[in-house]
């Protein structure tokens, strides 16, 4: 069973998510919040294994309380955040903070669902009508490629740019010709020497230094 939390100042939208997750049989909706403060609280309190966290809230927004709440334990929530928008600079920030990753509020519940299963797992999501505008906001950024991206090794590289273009696993395997397994090795390793927690924020890391 999975447990569910939502933080989100909309008491109608709330209501809707927990009708939703409640309908599960494999989901369980452990508890909710109006603003990131109480969020926080809730959180510590219910123990959730994932959190579905809005942006924009009174008191401490969705950015903040996700930065808390991940730095809460060695093994805190997975947490989705939930943005109007396609992408901007709030939701980028949030992914930096800790987050697993990004949907838009007004997704289909069949995709809303599924990304909660996806975190639990272990995977991490954005929103598929925002990729092509993260990777052209954060082209625009930095052009100094960092000096820890320097210490990976010509077949990382390879691996980490074909991770960063949205290729899964299996797909990475059949184009490089190698195993599943030797791929999961190389994008762990990758992770390590960059400080990246996931592929949604090794996604962030290639897009905001131009490296794909």
Sequence with gaps: MIRVALVDDQALFRAGI??????????EFVGEAGDGSAGVAMAAETKPDVILMDIRMPVMDGIEATKLIVASGPKPPRIVVLTTFDLDEAAAR???????????????PELLLAAIRAVHSG???????????????FGEQSSTEPAAFATLTAREREIFLLAARGLSN??????????????????SRVLGKL???????????????RLA
Excluded: C, W
């Excluded at 949030?94 to 289909?108: N, Q, V, Y």
């Excluded at 400080?195 to 230094?209: F, S, W």
């Design 195 to 209: 400080g990246l927690r996931d592929r949604v924020q090794l996604v962030v890391y290639a897009y905001e230094n």
């Design 123 to 137: 995977s991490s999501v954005i929103a598929a009508s925002a990729t092509r505008e993260l990777f052209e906001h």
């Design 170 to 187: 299996s797909e990475i395997a059949k184009t490089e010709f190698l195993s599943e397994a030797t791929v999961k090795t190389h994008i």
């Design 18 to 27: 927990r009708m939703l997750v409640s309908s599960q049989p494999d989901l």
């Design 94 to 108: 949030a992914i930096r903070g800790g987050a697993s990753g990004f949907i838009l509020k007004d997704a289909d």
